[in-house]
Each structure stands twice: as C-alpha cells, then as structure tokens.
C-alpha cells in the first residue's frame, strides 16, 4: 500500500505562513489532495488535484506537488485555521490518507 | 444543496455484524462514485471501500477485504455497507463520502463533501 507520510503537528504565529507537508514516493507524479476537520466535524475539501481551490475556500490556501512531497500552504494563519488536515491520494486501487498534521496557531 | 446522512451505527459484540446506510440528496445520486471512510476515536482518516456509479468497480482496504460488503441502490438514493465478523479495530466513526467523478477512483478525483458520520462500538 502507499504510504503518505505527515508531521504530526506544525505551529505558526498568527498571520504567519504555515506549511504542511506530505511525503510519498514520486508523489509528484499522482493527484494530491487536501482535507481540514476541525473536532467534532466531518473534513472539508480544502485543495483538490494538487493546487485547485474548491468555492469558499480563502484564497489564502494553497497547494503545490514536486518529487517526493506536496505541500499545504496557509498564509495570514488565522485562529480558525486550527485543526487537523489530512492529505489524499489513488494509488492501486485504493485511496490513502496522510496520518494527519495537528496545525495550532499562536 | 448536497446532503449525506449516515444511519445503523450503534454497540455491536466482536464477531456480529452491522448495516449502515447513507441517504444521499442534492445531487443525481447515480452520477456518481460513493465511498465509506473511518475514523477511530483519536486517531486519522482510514479509507474503507468505494463503489462507481453503477456498480460495476468496487474496492476495498485490505483490513476490511472479506468481511465488509458495500453496495447501492440508485433508485434509493442510498449507499449501503454491510460488516460482517466486526472486530474491536472496527470501531469508528463511519462517514459516507462523494467522490467527484462516476468512477471509482477516477484519476483526480477526490471527495467533494462529507457525512456527519454514523459512530460504530465493537465491544462485548
């Protein structure tokens, strides 16, 4: 199975940038993507096919997909931001996750 | 707008079985591929099984491969899985999720919206 592998959790300042990363083999080559749930909530699409917005989305998320990561990036972090996001992708007949990054703003 | 709920979670004993259900509305149901994905209490997203449109491709994670069954009836509006030999790791939040094109696993696609989920407790 492929395995996507997340940091457990990332910190950033308030109005700051975060970056999450997801690693996998190649990954670059696949379509990469991104979900926010905050607790006791069902995720949200927040990037889908690596870079793409879905409606209602701040434009201050952002994704992108080279070699052997993809990477989720937050920029003017707001408290609201806080939550656990979960990378996505097919691969041989399955879907895999991401282990999940905790992001907690300060 | 588009709605999912998810029913027929509930305590079950090791080695019984369970049906869940997923009332779909706000889209044609039949356009599209439909999954189940888990989340154990603390823990990440685990993919469980994913169906096409019609019926005709269907998946499973190797840790449910044998004893989950997942199935729809379009007509119904409705995506069913039905767990056999449950186990104590099968305890889970159970969502219901829409996958973005027809087919199962399409390249590109994703899951565009989400259940509430429907709470599963495997326990004697």
């Known amino acids: 199975s492929y395995e996507l592998t997340q940091p457990l959790s990332v910190s950033v300042a308030l109005g700051q940038t975060a970056r999450i990363t997801c690693g996998g083999n190649?990954?670059?080559?696949?379509?990469v993507h991104w979900y926010q749930q905050k607790p006791g909530q069902a995720p949200v699409l927040v990037i889908y096919?690596?870079?793409n917005r879905p409606s209602g989305i701040p434009e201050r998320f952002s994704g992108s997909n080279s070699g052997n990561t993809a990477t989720l990036t937050i920029s003017r972090a707001q408290a609201g931001d806080e939550a656990d996001y979960y990378c996505?992708?097919?691969?041989?007949?399955?879907?895999?996750f991401g282990g999940g990054t905790k992001l907690t703003v300060l | 707008e588009v709605q999912l709920v998810e029913s027929g979670g509930g305590l079950v004993q090791p080695g019984r079985s369970l049906r869940l259900s997923c009332a779909a509305s706000g889209f044609t149901f039949d356009d599209y591929a439909m999954h189940w994905v888990r989340q154990a209490p603390g823990k990440g997203l685990e993919w469980v099984s994913g169906i096409s449109w019609n019926s005709g491709s269907i998946g499973y994670a190797d840790s449910v491969k044998g004893r989950f069954t997942i199935s729809r009836d379009n007509a119904k509006n409705s995506l069913y899985l039905q767990m056999n030999s449950l186990r104590a790791e099968d305890m889970a939040l159970y969502y219901c999720?829409?996958?973005?094109?027809?087919?199962?696993?399409?390249?590109?696609?994703?899951?565009?919206?989400w259940g509430q989920g429907t709470l599963v407790t495997v326990s004697s």
């Open positions: 996505q992708v097919w691969d041989s007949s399955t879907e895999a």
């Open positions: 999720a829409k996958e973005s094109g027809y087919d199962f696993g399409g390249a590109g696609n994703y899951f565009d919206y």
């Open positions: 096919r690596d870079s």
């Open positions: 190649n990954i670059g080559s696949k379509n």
